[in-house]
């Protein structure tokens, strides 16, 4: 049960908990082309309420660009949040850190470039750039993905606290594709992987035809606190021929960070 499912249950909400449990609804619902809405049904399942409020609730929401209903009548996270949410002092001062080395990753590649970072056993995603000739994948600014079945996933997860990692791989491990690591030791041995090469790679874990390398993103006193990847057609790209290009680049951010005096996201 969510978190918003269970403050309903406690006791009587009022509007502002009504509004906050329809958005937290969405909290562990991965974004993306054709994927990651809600229906209005959904929404009240997940929260509670009953369906003449939430589509009172879910209407204003979505007349105020909080939430965007898709062609297919599914709700998804509306772009008004997503710029509100960016704009937080962390955010907004690692991605403005970040830009100048994302861009010149794709200026390099060509390929998808992200920035993400912890949140709540999740991969945040804080900026994206891709081109035309880019391939799909399931990400854009503002959704969370699995930690277990990306690459800037696994570097979180693989330098996160224990306890982080035993509850992420205790909560189960969803198969994504028929290439998603699934088994916990398996993925153990693969975190620890990345922590001895300093880098993570997938191979069509999370979209099928993709492939990723993604580095962490250092404070200055060396606690991991995003990561930055590239993905890319798994039938023409090696990613470990990309991982230096993609350590190079988070070096570099990370020495921006550490001199930085903004406080950061850990």
């Not at 449990?21 to 399942?45: H, M, Q, S, W, Y």
């Not at 570097?155 to 998603?180: K, N, S």
Request: aromatic share 4%; with cysteine; hydrophobic share 45%.
């Amino acid at each position: 049960m969510s978190s918003a499912r269970r403050s309903a249950a406690r006791r009587p909400l009022g509007v502002a908990g009504k509004v906050m449990a329809i958005l937290e609804a969405f909290a562990d619902v991965p974004g993306g082309p054709g994927g990651g809405g809600l229906t209005l049904t959904e929404i009240c399942r997940r929260t509670g309420l009953p369906l003449a409020t939430g589509h009172r609730l879910v209407g204003e929401l979505t007349a105020g660009g909080f939430l965007e209903r898709g062609s297919d009548g599914a709700y998804r996270i509306g772009i008004r949040l997503w710029r509100i949410a960016a704009q937080t002092p962390a955010a907004a001062a690692l991605r403005e850190l970040a830009l100048p080395y994302l861009e010149d990753l794709y200026e390099v590649t060509r390929e998808n470039v992200q920035l993400a970072v912890l949140r709540e056993g999740r991969a945040l995603y804080l900026e994206r750039l891709r081109g035309p000739r880019s391939v799909p994948i399931l990400t854009r600014v503002g959704a969370e993905l699995p930690l277990h079945a990306t690459g800037v996933g696994k570097v979180l997860l693989a330098f996160a606290a224990e306890p982080v990692q035993r509850e992420v791989i205790e909560a189960g491990l969803t198969a994504c594709t028929p290439y998603t690591i699934t088994d916990p030791d398996r993925l153990r041995r693969e975190l620890a992987e990345v922590r001895r090469q300093g880098y993570a790679v997938t191979r069509e874990e999370m979209t099928l035809g993709s492939c990723s390398v993604a580095a962490p993103v250092r404070d200055g006193r060396q606690r991991v606190i995003a990561a930055i990847s590239l993905v890319a057609r798994s039938g023409t790209a090696d990613p470990r021929r990309l991982a230096p290009t993609v350590l190079t680049a988070a070096r570099a951010l990370s020495r921006d960070v550490a001199a930085s005096w903004v406080a950061l996201p850990e």
